[in-house]
């Protein structure tokens, strides 16, 4: 048994954390499938249930709950603890898994989608707070190993899962197969995690919370449907767009003044906070980038199988775990600044490297270019986290976690919406999703909007403060 508390000293003897980490690795693995699995199985999806202009939609919903929803749940760990939110969010991605596994038509398959991502909203920042609670920043570069074990199987088992579901014309089982990890992942952590929780009364922000949604919602719907549904200069579009913008200048009024705010922008303030928050945006962006567009752009422009399409971009998160479980071996040595740079300066070149070889679509070369370009976003992603984390203590640590999560998150969702229009605006104009060579115009523009972002992260990354390497073997109380 392992108890978490504000004082590191209860925690007890350090075996006695293997179970819970173990427990955490697997409800890691929820997310860490989910991510690689549906991609590849795209194109059956829409055949089945759609149009080929909807599918960002399978993604942005998804990304939209998470990020909306991990702020919430943060700010509910650092006041209930825990446990009670991971145990929640495990219960409702198996509830989403199982409406996605029989969904009727693509409205409601998009609509279950939202259930499974406020799950995973809970699920993934809560494994990183309580790595966070129970590791040490210098017991973290060795526990980073294990995490990072879990991504590099899932970046294989799922891309393959889901391209031999597609190709057996069974894409409903990849949702099916979440429900035996999510039964094991809750057994295990209610046997084996117990927590000491600072008990106080809180209030919900829910005003927050709403304006975040339809803030997000507006500009998400605008970007997609805008020269789809309606004309981009027209009056849907604007009523999105406007309606998205001023919901956002609410809610950051309305988080200034909240007792409780579900982000607390007051945390941006503080130059290492809002540095690695914006470069944490970037990589969300960068990530949905590639792993989203990347299977339909080889499977419609030179029609391979799904299976091949989903192990050219298993590559990528491939790629992302062997850095992450290296990361802190370097970061220990030169800083957090100093590797989250090398991480992103090879994710850039990787990114416009991408983008040049594009127009001659190949799987061996994207395959190659996105394990380079995963590998530099596991030197990028781990550094900035933990950086964030161990500048706080225990009473801010699911407030700052859950910031970055929701960075990343919400910079998943805007990526796809953009990365989603610039496609279906291409699309517009040529000569259909039908056509190879509209698929791989649309695609071009897509990688090349990518490297745009990783070049712009890669300047945000500049701006993070300098640390010395004494700063990591210690932690905020």
């Known amino acids: 048994m392992v108890t978490a508390s504000v004082d590191r ?30 991609a590849t199985a795209v194109p059956s999806i829409v055949r089945d249930l759609g149009s080929y202009q909807q599918f960002p939609w ?79 920043v210098a017991e973290r570069a060795k526990v980073q190993g294990y995490i990072a074990s879990v991504w590099a199987i899932s970046s294989v088992v799922g891309p393959a899962l889901g391209g031999i579901f597609a190709q057996l014309d069974a894409w409903r089982w990849i949702f099916w197969v979440n429900v035996p990890l999510c039964l094991i992942a809750g057994w295990m952590l209610l046997r084996e995690y117990h927590e000491k929780k600072q008990t106080q009364k809180h209030r919900i922000d829910y005003a927050g919370a709403a304006l975040l949604t339809v803030g997000l919602t507006g ?69 949905t980038g590639v792993t989203s567009f990347a299977p339909a752009y080889l499977e419609g422009s030179i029609g391979i199988a799904p299976l091949l399409s989903g192990l050219a971009v298993a590559a990528l998160t491939l790629g992302w775990p062997i850095s992450a479980a290296n990361a802190g071996r370097l970061y220990l040595r030169i800083g957090f600044r100093r590797t989250t ?31 380079v370009l995963g590998f530099g976003l596991g030197w990028s992603a781990a550094p900035t986290l933990i950086a964030a984390q161990a500048s706080v203590g225990w009473g801010e640590r699911g407030a700052v976690t859950g910031m970055n999560a929701f960075a990343r998150s919400a910079g ?9 229009a610039i496609s279906n605006a291409v699309i517009a104009r040529g000569a259909g999703p039908d056509d190879p060579a509209t698929i791989v115009s649309a695609s071009v523009w897509v990688f ?8 712009l992260t890669l300047a945000a990354a500049f701006f993070m403060p300098r640390d010395s390497v004494e700063e990591h073997s210690g932690e905020a109380r």
């Open 9 to 38: 000293a209860s925690i007890g003897l350090r075996s006695e954390r293997g179970p819970v980490l173990a427990a955490l690795m697997l409800s890691t693995g929820l997310i860490a499938i989910d991510a690689t699995i549906l």
């Open 58 to 136: 399978l993604f942005s919903v998804y990304l939209l709950a998470q990020a909306v929803s991990v702020p919430i749940y943060s700010r509910f760990a650092d006041t209930v603890g825990r446990k009670p939110i991971i145990l929640l969010g495990i219960g409702l991605f198996l509830l989403g898994s199982i409406l996605c596994g029989v969904a009727w038509s693509m409205p409601a398959l998009i609509l279950f989608r939202i259930v499974q991502g406020l799950g995973a909203g809970a699920v993934a920042p809560m494994s990183m707070t309580i790595v966070g609670d129970i590791y040490t």
């Open 219 to 287: 500009l998400i719907l605008g970007m997609l449907e805008g020269g789809n549904a309606w004309d981009w200069i027209s009056a849907p579009s604007a009523l999105c767009f406007g309606i998205g913008a001023l919901a956002l200048v609410a809610f950051g009024l309305v988080e200034r003044r909240a007792a409780e705010p579900i982000v607390d922008l007051r945390l941006a303030a503080r130059p290492l906070i809002l540095t690695t928050t914006i470069v944490s945006l970037g990589i969300g962006a960068l990530m």
């Open 341 to 371: 740079l090398t991480g992103m300066g090879i994710t850039t070149i990787a990114a416009i490297a991408l983008a040049a070889v594009s127009p001659w679509p190949n799987p061996f070369s994207v395959a190659g270019i996105a394990f």
């Open 412 to 420: 998943s969702a805007l990526g796809v919406a953009v990365f989603g």
């Open 448 to 455: 090349v909007s990518a490297a745009v972002v990783a070049a």
